[in-house]
């Protein structure tokens, strides 16, 4: 399966979405913000938020302006926590292209995020939506509250209720936001609207925990940081949540859960271990449970372009290697 | 004149603005964060943009509610970007307080900052206004778009335009969000609405003028911070060109016309001769200018305890000392 299969019925869309963001460096931008800007831009990504607002809101005849706003909001936002996140993890690579990090000052690299924030707030607002803009703001609150959590008190922690919490606000709020905000756009029926929360909740929980997986699993250069990266900032995932359920007197889970994530050797032992065990197929099938429920989520509505491509959306979520 | 004078009829609404701020630390936030919020709040300040949230929309008899609501949300958004410029500045000291960022991590800082952001911005929707959202969201891209401008071009550079440009972005634009928005929850009316801008406007200018001339000649620990440390830093305010305009052939000027900022002793003696100059008066006086056009605005107004508190705070802000 290609990711072309989902993109098709939305690829014009999503280009007047990418040129929605380029135009949010207008005459008064500063030119270096506004280099940095279309830096960000060039960088890619798959756009996949976009891509949930603009399927939803079309299987619902939403207007379509709006939805390219919403899109372009949304992939804003995303951009902003991920400039604030570089800076915090120091990454120096983001999707295989130097971050902004890398080579602008934490100054110019906070102020990115900052006016990242203000252009993505003032095109949530310009979608005359007040429930809208409400939900915007609260998740943008619930992921930066989420980065405060992960930042103060996460490390080696081995808990499952911490975790569900942190992906949940680090990506499955803005999924949600997006299926959500495109549903609202398009109907005031909340029954819809609800079905739409659920597959972009259900959607973002397995896109983070296969991001989590892929942090074990994947490539290398594909992922674009070294593997178990995560884990050696004492960010305990799923796939280390279950070694440790299963292997307890393992002793590297044991020098885990007493507070030695920083004995680097320790943990790329415990890293290699997680790799070739159970834990990578147990965290995958908790993946596709996820994916599941989005897929019943969609069953409610008749047949059409967008159901199937949110559906190949949902699958694609899953399977992806990077 | 005390500054009582202005604050006594908004005294229990401005309580309210306070007791609506410490709630956004709710119980999902992180402890830590909910920390860093009440000192933040416990450090104080004068709650200027709230008063005049208060008192223009009390003087047109707008919803109480949502006034407080929009005076929390100024003061957060006013409060998120100090916490950001301190990260910026490195300072360590505000109004004489520690701040964040000496006993904060960077990244807490960050963090701290995206979430004042976050949670003015949901205040600001809950006023359920979608224009006011847009002003909002419009108001935060300036502030940061002028400090992004501020940090990457304005060093050493003597232009007025830089600097009126700069002061509307960093000051003046929040102020005319304050007197434009309560108004527009009081009226519908247009050239009220235009006449609160006004006055938001001309005391914001003022404001930050005064601020400017505070920094060369007012007392360093009313301040809070070493005397002409903007110009140490390289940032030129109106003081220092009234200054160059009417002494071209200082060689220190010439100095600092050729990019030489950084000479510190050089610096200092430009900053002496500044203080006994006659360019703190002329940039006072055009300070006064700006309070004259704010009291003018109000002028078309009936007598009303507001009114006469309006233009005492906007000669208050005149006036003052720190």
């Known amino acids: 399966m290609s990711a072309a299969t989902f993109f098709t019925p939305v690829q014009a869309g999503i280009q007047l979405v990418e040129e929605r963001m380029r135009a949010q460096?207008?005459?008064?931008?500063?030119?270096?913000?506004?280099a940095a800007l279309d830096h960000l831009l060039q960088a890619g990504g798959k756009r996949v938020r976009p891509t949930v607002v603009l399927l939803?809101?079309?299987?619902?005849?939403?207007?379509?302006?709006?939805?390219?706003i919403l899109g372009a909001a949304v992939e804003m936002l995303h951009t902003a926590t991920l400039v604030h996140d570089d800076l915090i993890d120091s990454a120096l690579l983001r999707r295989g292209i130097p971050t902004l990090n890398s080579k602008w000052s934490p100054t110019a690299t906070v102020l990115t995020g900052d006016f990242l924030f203000a252009r993505a707030a003032r095109l949530a607002s310009e979608v005359d939506n007040v429930e809208?803009?409400?939900?915007?703001?609260?998740?943008?609150?619930?992921?930066?509250?989420?980065?405060?959590?992960?930042?103060?008190a996460a490390h080696g922690l081995i808990s499952r209720e911490n975790y569900?919490?942190?992906?949940?606000?680090k990506t499955a709020s803005l999924f949600e936001m997006c299926g959500l905000s495109a549903a609202m756009i398009g109907t005031p029926d909340e029954t819809i609207q609800a079905a739409f929360k659920t597959y972009g909740y259900e959607t973002?929980?397995?896109?983070?925990?296969?991001?989590?997986?892929?942090?074990?699993?994947?490539e290398q250069r594909a992922v674009g940081k070294p593997l178990g990266s995560?884990?050696?900032?004492?960010?305990?995932?799923?796939?280390?949540?279950?070694?440790?359920?299963?292997?307890p007197d393992d002793p590297n889970v044991k020098l885990l859960v007493s507070g030695h994530w920083r004995d680097e050797q320790k943990m790329m032992q415990l890293i290699t271990s997680i790799r070739h065990s159970e834990a990578i197929r147990l965290a995958l099938a908790e993946a596709a449970a996820h994916i599941e429920r989005a897929l019943q989520a969609l069953a409610q509505f008749p047949l059409?372009?967008?159901?199937?491509a949110l559906a190949d959306l949902a699958r694609y979520i899953l399977n992806r290697r990077s």
């Open 25 to 34: 460096a207008d005459p008064d931008t500063n030119p270096d913000m506004a």
């Open 56 to 68: 939803v809101g079309n299987l619902l005849g939403a207007d379509r302006e709006k939805l390219v």
């Open 132 to 152: 809208l803009m409400k939900r915007f703001a609260e998740t943008l609150a619930t992921i930066v509250n989420g980065e405060l959590t992960q930042y103060f």
């Open 164 to 169: 569900y919490g942190r992906i949940y606000a």
């Open 204 to 218: 973002g929980m397995a896109f983070q925990i296969v991001d989590d997986i892929l942090d074990f699993s994947g």
């Open 230 to 247: 995560d884990l050696l900032q004492g960010l305990v995932t799923l796939p280390a949540i279950y070694y440790a359920e299963t292997h």
């Open 304 to 308: 059409s372009v967008e159901r199937d």
